[in-house]
């Protein structure tokens, strides 16, 4: 008798289980019809297995699982970043440990130039030298600049500041065919108290191989990082040597401040050959991901195209779907400012950093005043969604003793239902992501699937999402920009740094 009732309570409750996962695979089904064979006609396409595929919640497990990738890998390591932090040993060590362990492994590091060559004992150049010294025909080391700040700016403009004119910004952590897409640098803080976003994906060779060759098309365009041991080295064109490395420029034909078109040139061509390379149709029995490029100073405005093919599928929904959006430094770019406010039939609901988990806050000089900078952009954007028909709800976050880096979006087809789609990677929605910095960034589609097995694993990761959104909102509290104090001169600063927000 025993036995019988737990049959019956396990039966009913796949039943209930069933019938929920009908109700919502009609309502994704609904809000997704078409969409994904509208992105794979401008954007290369990968299709993944849920199950392939994680959510990291933590930035320590972001961090052990970067040292365990790199632990394992057995042909190649490729990792992007803005820069690898001056503290980082036990992760340099830990590369060096691979490349000791593994003969066969190559080992490729793509970073800003700027970030990582300030002057001084503590830079990421310095870091990585013993690396480039003990394995010169395995470790490749290229750092990207933006052709932007040249002339005598480039000249007057201090090392703190050269940022300002662009930074090569993907975040791509790989190791043979598994890799983390992310938002956050190779940092100590970015592995123990400051908030991001880390998708994981295992054994995929086609999406890890289009981020490697992506990052040997930038390679390409960027300049070399040598040990400068050997004084009498010969130095081509626009190389040059700096405290104990040089700088090697590879294209003596090309200036660096010249190479707008044929970077520009390079990329499409590299995308337009994967989108063609990829499958045909979308297999609803997959999770799609479409890799977008932004670099706007090169013409290269794929995240504008995608977001606006977004929006527009979106007005055409009957429901009213659930937009959540953050960003750690909120100055959202003006063209998406306008998409959401135009967006009556979307429920957006946005999290930006409190003055307190800005990286900015607390520093000495100009810099101590951005967190009121992005008070003053705040309550500028809240005053057009006052005066808009829109439905937007700005939140702000704040945990005691950490500072808030995510960014992207996820969309739901309404308030109780699972994301079925996100946007995730180096991307901050604002102008500098639009105009000035070159980023990578992904869309998701987690479709509906007719087969149990497969719409059980769509379902799990749909949760996860749904989880890492709850995540965030579980330290935010409504804006309170109109009660913080702006100093008099922000305002003026302002004017001339907004841009580079």
Wanted: glycine share 6%; aromatic share 10%; net charge positive.
């Amino acid at each position: 008798m025993q036995a019988s009732c737990i049959g019956t309570r396990l039966f009913q409750r796949t039943v209930h289980r069933l019938l929920i996962s009908r109700f919502f695979s009609a309502k994704a089904s609904s809000l997704l019809s078409g969409l994904p064979a509208k992105l794979a006609q401008s954007q290369p396409m990968f299709q993944v297995p849920a199950n392939d595929l994680r959510i990291l919640a933590e930035p320590k497990e972001f961090y052990a699982s970067l040292l365990d990738m790199i632990q394992q890998a057995q042909e190649r390591i490729f990792l992007s970043s803005l820069y690898i932090g001056s503290g980082e040993t036990e992760l340099v060590d830990a590369l060096g440990l691979a490349l000791q362990k593994n003969p066969r492994l190559q080992v490729h590091l793509q970073l800003d130039l700027n970030r990582s060559t300030r002057p001084g004992a503590s830079s990421t150049a310095r870091l990585l030298l013993p690396l480039l010294r003990a394995y010169p025909n395995r470790v490749k080391v290229h750092l990207f600049r933006s052709p932007s700040l040249r002339g005598l700016l480039a000249k007057i403009v201090p090392p703190r500041f050269n940022e300002g004119w662009g930074t090569w910004h993907a975040k791509i952590y790989g190791a043979d065919s598994d890799l983390i897409i992310s938002g956050a640098n190779l940092n100590s803080n970015y592995f123990t108290n400051r908030r991001d976003r880390y998708i994981s994906f295992t054994k995929q060779q086609s999406l890890a191989n289009y981020c490697y060759g992506y990052l040997s098309a930038v390679s390409a365009f960027s300049y070399r990082l040598l040990p400068s041991d050997d004084p009498s080295f010969p130095l081509g064109p626009h190389s040059y040597r700096q405290e104990d490395y040089n700088v090697i420029w590879d294209r003596p034909d090309e200036h660096p401040h010249t190479i707008n078109e044929s970077f520009q040139a390079a990329l499409s061509s590299f995308q337009t050959a994967a989108r063609i390379s990829g499958p045909q149709g979308f297999d609803e029995n997959r999770v799609g991901i479409f890799p977008i490029i932004q670099g706007g100073q090169f013409n290269i405005r794929e995240e504008e195209s995608i977001l606006n093919l977004l929006f527009d599928h979106l007005r055409g929904v009957q429901a009213r779907p659930l937009l959540d959006l953050t960003s750690g430094y909120f100055n959202l770019y003006k063209p998406y400012q306008n998409l959401i406010l135009r967006a009556s039939n979307v429920t957006t609901r946005i999290v930006a950093a409190s003055p307190k988990a800005n990286g900015f806050y607390g520093s000495k000089g100009v810099s101590g005043r951005i967190p009121e900078g992005y008070t003053i952009l705040e309550r500028r954007f809240m005053e057009l969604v006052k005066h808009s028909n829109s439905n937007v709800e700005l939140d702000q976050w704040e945990r005691e003793g950490w500072t808030y880096h995510a960014k992207g979006l996820w969309l739901s087809p309404d308030a109780e239902s699972d994301p079925v789609l996100t946007l995730f990677g180096s991307t901050n929605l604002n102008a500098r992501s639009a105009h000035i910095d070159t980023e990578l960034s992904f869309m998701m589609v987690v479709p509906p699937s007719n087969e149990p097995e497969v719409a059980s694993a769509n379902h799990v990761l749909r949760r996860r999402l749904a989880e890492e959104v709850a995540s965030i909102r579980k330290h935010v509290t409504p804006w309170t920009g109109h009660d913080r104090h702006v100093r008099f001169a922000t305002p003026m600063m302002l004017r001339i740094v907004e841009d580079m927000l």
